[in-house]
């Protein structure tokens, strides 16, 4: 399968612990995006990286949210001190910008419940 | 910053019936509008996109429409098939954003009868 992968699908946590989820793009995409989803909501922008650089954070991303992209390759999302308010669906996206192309492909996103 | 407005939220039409879902935005500079498809627990797919120097664009069953002026773009499927219903959102992404970013609409649930 050569679309964008996200592991884990499921996490459950409670309240106050630290998760980490990874995003691993299509190969020759060179932007990432990080998108949340509550129920019955369109996805939200969280932030994006253009290789290895992160160029904008939402005001959505409080400062418990950090996000890595070390190599311009996978990326990792972390979460310290979950919330209930975390829990929501958390959605990677890519896309290749070096082609001209806007299209963005998701994977098929983390479910974070935090208990 | 953008604001992109979906409506209905909800859908349901007679298998073989057309179904439209129109969504405004607020940002005259945006210039890509893409239109996804989400299934019940799976990711969200891109099914049709169109851009500001186009006025319709057209694939198979699906076509999207744009109207500048009116800063609304519209989604028609036609002939529509029980394997259509899902969860639709459209998206804009402003031209001045060098981030690319999508803003999404609240999602229209079409039903398709059978």
């Known amino acids: 399968d050569t679309g964008v992968s996200q592991d884990p699908r499921h996490k459950i946590t409670k309240r106050g612990q630290n998760v980490t989820f990874r995003c691993d793009p299509i190969?020759?995409?060179?932007?990432l995006y990080w998108y949340r989803q509550t129920l019955g909501q369109g996805p939200e922008f969280l932030t994006y990286?253009?290789?290895?650089?992160?160029?904008?954070k939402s005001r959505l991303l409080s400062d418990r949210f950090s996000a890595e992209r070390p190599k311009g390759s996978f990326s990792t999302l972390e979460i310290q001190r979950t919330e209930q308010g975390d829990s929501a669906m958390y959605l990677c996206?890519?896309?290749?910008?070096?082609?001209?192309?806007?299209?963005?492909?998701f994977g098929p996103g983390t479910r974070l419940t935090v208990t | 910053g953008e604001n992109v407005e979906q409506h209905p939220s909800t859908l349901s039409v007679q298998e073989g019936d057309s179904a439209v879902i129109k969504c405004t935005y607020s940002d005259s500079a945006s210039n890509y509008f893409p239109w996804y498809k989400q299934e019940l627990g799976k990711r969200p797919q891109l099914i049709i996109d169109i851009r500001s120097n186009v006025g319709e664009k057209k694939d198979q069953r699906i076509a999207v429409t744009l109207n500048k002026t009116a800063k609304h773009f519209s989604l028609h499927i036609t002939e529509t098939q029980p394997e259509d219903s899902a969860v639709y959102f459209c998206a804009a992404t402003p031209l001045g954003d060098s981030s690319y970013k999508l803003i999404f609409g609240s999602g229209t649930r079409l039903l398709v009868r059978p």
């Open positions: 190969s020759e995409h060179n932007r």
């Open positions: 990286f253009q290789n290895e650089a992160q160029l904008e």
């Open positions: 996206a890519s896309s290749n910008r070096t082609s001209g192309s806007y299209e963005q492909y």
